[in-house]
């Protein structure tokens, strides 16, 4: 179904879906990983090592999502990823030990790996019919997602919920969802090719925008992963005012990202892109200088406005890269990007219990600030 300007109104309309899908589950996590913490009794280290099996289960999956959606499409992908991606919830409430819950989380993040991919790639093939940006519109729903997530998950943790009755209850309503959304993704054939480099190996330059997915993402995911860990933790808040750093954090990026699009068409990716690290750094920056909570939000906030738009850009940069097709680059891009959102919060785990969870978080700060260094490799101008 399409607009009477051709436009396939009701496919972008199913991927906007899809990525609120994504992010609403994810947020459920996200908020209740300080209660499946204390449930377990494990510390900051254990629980970053338990959190690697998210990393190790989507970084396998991801590059066979990218040759899955070119010999298959990524309509039958996406459809797929996304009812596995929500039925695995519940396995993280009910895992009886770290071991086990790390093994649910490898099916989690397996589930998320092959769900991101394949939906990113339905995503550009939208883009690509619309012919402006449109790509950073998705990424917003993503984050209202998790917007909307974290709130459930807060709500959940304020009243006492149990975490499985939550996780179920969660899991089943947007299986519901994606089944329903999935109708109106666009068909197979529109990014399905019979050959081509599924697992291609990337350009220098095309290195380079990767390692800028790197930065941006291993700050994104330590948000994710230990914002709510270090307000309740380091700066003592409550269940409700830990939730609301993720949220905070999470609008911030949805309003970013529903302007992203009409700024990175006034002002060009290299700026946005310099403009995003610099404030993502300062951002964080000021949260961890933070002597209470109230403060350390408005940094969150600072940092999801400038994180908002920059894997945007690298995907809509990478999916034009000539010899490759568009799911095998974007798998390129989402493997080495997501590697930091997987790979950097256990990371931060370990590190937290030799220098503080605050210290630990300073590496961000360094990362994010890179990407301003860094902002050239987006130039549309340069040859991937």
């Known amino acids: 179904m399409s607009g009477g300007n051709g436009l396939p109104r009701a496919a972008r309309l199913a991927v906007i879906g899809m990525f609120f899908a994504n992010g609403t589950v994810f947020g459920n996590w996200i908020a209740r990983i300080p209660d499946v913490q204390e449930g377990l009794g494990i510390g ?33 992908v996406t459809a797929v990823s996304a009812v596995l991606f929500c039925s695995f919830l519940p396995l993280l409430a009910l895992a009886p030990s770290a071991v086990y819950l790390g093994l649910a989380l490898f099916l989690f993040g397996a589930g998320n790996g092959l769900m991101d991919v394949s939906m990113n790639s339905q995503a550009v093939a939208v883009e690509r019919r619309y012919g402006r940006s449109i790509m950073a519109s998705f990424h917003a729903m993503f984050s209202f997602g998790g917007l909307v997530g974290a709130g459930m998950g807060g ?16 899991a089943a309503v947007f299986v519901v969802v994606v089944l329903l959304v999935g109708r109106w993704l666009l068909p197979a054939a529109e990014d399905a090719a019979a050959s081509g480099p599924a697992f291609a190996r990337p350009t220098r330059a ?27 933790g380091t700066l003592e808040a409550g269940p409700g005012m830990a939730a609301a750093g993720f949220a905070a954090f999470s609008l911030a990026m949805a309003l970013g990202r529903l302007s992203g699009d009409y700024f990175i068409e006034r002002f060009g990716a290299v700026t946005i892109l310099r403009t995003g690290g610099l404030l993502a750094a300062s951002g964080l920056g000021l949260s961890l200088l933070a002597g209470g909570p109230y403060l350390a939000l408005v940094g969150f906030v600072l940092v999801g406005a400038g994180l908002s738009t920059l894997f945007p850009i690298v995907l809509s940069t990478a999916s034009r890269a000539p010899g490759m097709t568009p799911g095998a680059a974007i798998a390129s891009m989402a493997t080495t990007g997501y590697f930091g959102f997987l790979i950097g919060p256990p990371v931060i785990g370990f590190a937290a219990e030799l220098v503080t969870l605050r210290g630990a978080l300073a590496l961000v700060v360094v990362l994010a600030a890179a990407i301003a260094l860094l902002a050239r490799s987006a130039d549309p101008r340069k040859k991937l």
């Not at 900051?44 to 989507?58: D, M, S, T, Y």
């Not at 709500?155 to 209850?169: C, I, M, N």
């Open 206 to 232: 095309l290195a380079l925008l990767g390692f800028v997915a790197f930065c941006a993402l291993l700050a994104e995911g330590a948000m994710a992963d230990w914002s709510a860990v270090y307000l309740r």
């Open 155 to 170: 709500l959940a943790a304020s009243l006492g919920a149990e975490l499985v009755p939550h996780f179920l209850g969660a």
């Open 44 to 76: 900051e280290g254990v629980l970053g090592l338990a959190l690697l099996g998210a990393a190790v289960g989507a970084l396998l999956a991801m590059p066979a999502a990218g040759w899955l959606v070119s010999r298959l499409g990524s309509r039958p």
